[in-house]
C-alpha cells in the first residue's frame, strides 16, 4: 500500500496567517492527489483534485502543489471558517490512502 | 437538488451483518464511479472500496483489509448504491460515506459529492 505521511499532525494559526500543510507518498504518485477539509461532525469537502486543480466553489485562498511523492496545500491568508482538519489522498493505485489529517486550531 | 442520501445505519452484534443504501439524487448513478469510505469515531478517513460505472460493469476494488467482507452493489432502478457488510467486528464502527467520483481529462477523479453518513456501531 502507499504511505501518505502528512506534517504537522496540528498546528496553531491566528487570522490572516498563511499556512502550509504537507503530504508525503510512500512511492510516486504522479498528480493523483486529493485535498479534503473536514470540520467536526460534518461530512468532508473536497478541495483539491489533480494535485492542484481547485473544485469548483473552493475559494482561491486554498492552492495545492507537488508532483511524484511530495505534496502541499496553501491557506493564503487563514479565515475563521478555515479552522477545520485537513486530509491528502492518494488514488493513483488501489487501496488508495489517506494521510493522517492535519489539524489547524486558533492560536 | 444534486445530493447523496446514505441510510441503513445502527447497532449490530460481532459476526452479524448489515446492507447500507445510497439514493442519489438529481443525476444518474450509474454514469459516476462510487466509493464508500469510513471513519472511526475519533479517527481519520478510510477508503473502503470503489464500484466503477456501467460502462465499466460495475467491477469494484476495496481495501485489503476488508479480507472480502464487504461488497458493493448498485440497483439502477433505484439510483441507488449498496455496501454489503458481513461478519461485522467491532473495530467496523464507523460512519459511513457515500461518494461521488467525476471525470475530467480522461480520468476518473475522487470525491466531487459527499453523502451526510450513516453511523454502523458494532458492538455486544
Known amino acids: 500500500d502507499v504511505q501518505m505521511t502528512q506534517s504537522p499532525s496540528s498546528l496553531s494559526a491566528s487570522v490572516g496567517d498563511r499556512v502550509t500543510i504537507t503530504c508525503r507518498a510512500s512511492q510516486g504518485v504522479t498528480n493523483r492527489l486529493a485535498w479534503f477539509q473536514q470540520k467536526p461532525g460534518k461530512a468532508p469537502q473536497s478541495l483539491i483534485y489533480a494535485a492542484s486543480s481547485l473544485h469548483s466553489g473552493v475559494p482561491s485562498k486554498f492552492s495545492g502543489s507537488g508532483s511524484g511523492t511530495d505534496f502541499t496545500l496553501t491557506i493564503s491568508s487563514l479565515q475563521p471558517e478555515d479552522f477545520a482538519t485537513y486530509y491528502c489522498?492518494?488514488?493513483?493505485?488501489?487501496?488508495?490512502?489517506f494521510g493522517g489529517g492535519t489539524k489547524v486550531e486558533f492560536k | 437538488e444534486v445530493q447523496l442520501v446514505e441510510s441503513g445505519g445502527g447497532l449490530v452484534q460481532p459476526g452479524g451483518s448489515l446492507r447500507l443504501s445510497c439514493v442519489a439524487s438529481d443525476f444518474t448513478l450509474s454514469d459516476h464511479y462510487m466509493n464508500w469510505m469510513r471513519q472511526a469515531p475519533g479517527k481519520g478517513l478510510e477508503w473502503v472500496g470503489r464500484s466503477r460505472n456501467k460502462p465499466k460493469g460495475y467491477t469494484a476494488e476495496y481495501a485489503a483489509s476488508l479480507e472480502g467482507r464487504f461488497t458493493i452493489s448498485r440497483d439502477d432502478s433505484k439510483n441507488s448504491l449498496y455496501l454489503h457488510m458481513n461478519s461485522l467486528r467491532p473495530e467496523d464502527t464507523a460512519v459511513y460515506f457515500c461518494?461521488?467520483?467525476?471525470?475530467?481529462?480522461?480520468?476518473?477523479?475522487?470525491?466531487?459529492?459527499w453523502g451526510r453518513g450513516t453511523q454502523v456501531t458494532v458492538s455486544s
Open positions: 461518494v461521488r467520483d467525476f471525470y475530467v481529462n480522461s480520468v476518473w477523479h475522487p470525491c466531487d459529492l
Open positions: 489522498q492518494q488514488y493513483k493505485t488501489y487501496p488508495f490512502t
